[in-house]
């Protein structure tokens, strides 16, 4: 398990997207992995969403963005044909 900085109970995060990203990097990434959240980096200290350090593989800064499928608009249910049967008068031979 990762060691997220600072830990998820004192993290303000800005979306539940960013919640959930931290968890599952925390969880699922090997002991020897360091998670940072919203810690300025460079020289004009941007404050990206998480940066991932490993000795070997590197550093990835990641961005979080969080989406959601819109609700397609409610589409009314066509009504059901109805059938009726109509007499025509008979005509007498």
């Not at 004192?10 to 919203?38: I, P, V």
């Not at 990641?62 to 005509?91: F, I, N």
């Amino acid at each position: 398990m990762a060691t997220l900085i600072p830990a998820i109970g004192s993290s303000a995060f800005d979306s539940t997207g960013e919640r959930r990203l931290a968890e599952r990097l925390e969880q699922k990434l090997d002991a020897d992995y360091l998670l940072w959240h919203n810690v300025p980096i460079g020289p004009k200290q941007t404050h990206p969403d998480f940066a991932v350090l490993h000795a070997r593989r590197g550093l990835p800064v990641l961005e979080t963005k969080q989406h959601q499928t819109p609700t397609p608009p409610h589409t009314p249910t066509p009504p059901t044909p109805q059938h009726t049967t109509t007499a025509s008068p008979c005509s007498s031979p």
